[in-house]
């Protein structure tokens, strides 16, 4: 059957997989670059969410599509630190952590309820790696993992809403000694995040037969591919030109120091 190339044909998947290699960047190399870069993650993010949105009111969606939807989402995390999650002085991280909260409501109306109403397929979807159905254990991870992440985004706002309140939203600075700071935990983390998303993705595109998605020769597809390319070559270019790769850094386990 064919793919829907507006959501994750070939150019989009690459500018995307090419933002999370930004991201993983930006926050290992780049740190001070971190608030410009969670922004345009959230456009890119928000532009798919809000496509999602709009095809399952529709009902023009199949239930394989939102779970790939999902994966694309999934990328490096924002901050190898923590720092940022709350920023909700900000309009962009209020907006950030409004649109967690979304996609995790979302999620849970999905696996609870939504994949049902979804229009059907001729044969299996498949969700995952071994050929997994939204039948068996994916579904009940899916739940799973919609209502923990709900919990969390709102207990998130409301911290941070209350920090916002009493303390005027100040975060304090996640820098040792002017040296960046790196969770090495978070970055390993992040590192898994970007390869599970990046192959996950490919793998669900493949096992459905889906065709007309790898033609990257049309306007969407190139610009997507544009967009993510440069982003990812304007970090890497003061990685290697202005030293950054070996800068001196602080590095964390489990928020202990090991230098």
Not at 158 to 166: L, N
Not at 170 to 175: A, V
Not at 210 to 217: E, M, Q, T
Request: glycine residues 8%.
């Amino acid at each position: 059957m064919d793919g829907d190339a507006d959501t994750y044909g070939i150019g989009i998947r690459l500018g995307l997989y090419a933002q999370s290699l930004t991201t993983l960047l930006v926050t290992l190399f780049v740190q001070e670059e971190e608030a410009v870069n969670r922004t345009i993650n959230l456009l890119l993010q928000l532009a798919i969410f809000a496509g999602t949105l709009l095809s399952t009111y529709a009902g023009t969606i199949h239930a394989f599509e939102v779970i790939i939807v999902f994966w694309i989402l999934v990328g490096a995390l924002s901050s190898l630190t923590g720092s940022g999650i709350t920023g909700i002085r900000s309009f962009s991280g209020t907006c950030r952590l409004l649109f967690y909260a979304a996609l995790s409501a979302y999620s849970c109306w999905f696996f609870f309820v939504g994949q049902d109403t979804m229009r059907e397929t001729p044969c299996i979807q498949i969700v995952f790696f071994g050929k997994s159905t939204l039948d068996g254990w994916f579904q009940t991870f899916g739940k799973v993992i919609s209502i923990i992440s709900l919990v969390i985004v709102i207990g998130l706002l409301t911290w941070a809403a209350t920090t916002y309140i009493k303390k005027g939203g100040g975060e304090k600075s996640r820098y040792c000694f002017h040296r960046p700071q790196t969770e090495i935990t978070l970055m390993f983390l992040s590192m898994a995040m970007v390869v599970l998303s990046i192959t996950s993705t490919e793998y669900i595109i493949r096992a459905n037969n889906l065709s007309g998605v790898d033609d990257i020769f049309d306007v969407g597809q190139v610009l997507a591919f544009l967009v993510g390319l440069f982003q990812l070559l304007n970090v890497l270019i003061p990685i290697f030109f202005q030293r950054h790769l070996w800068a001196p850094r602080c590095w964390l386990l489990l928020g202990h120091h090991l230098t």
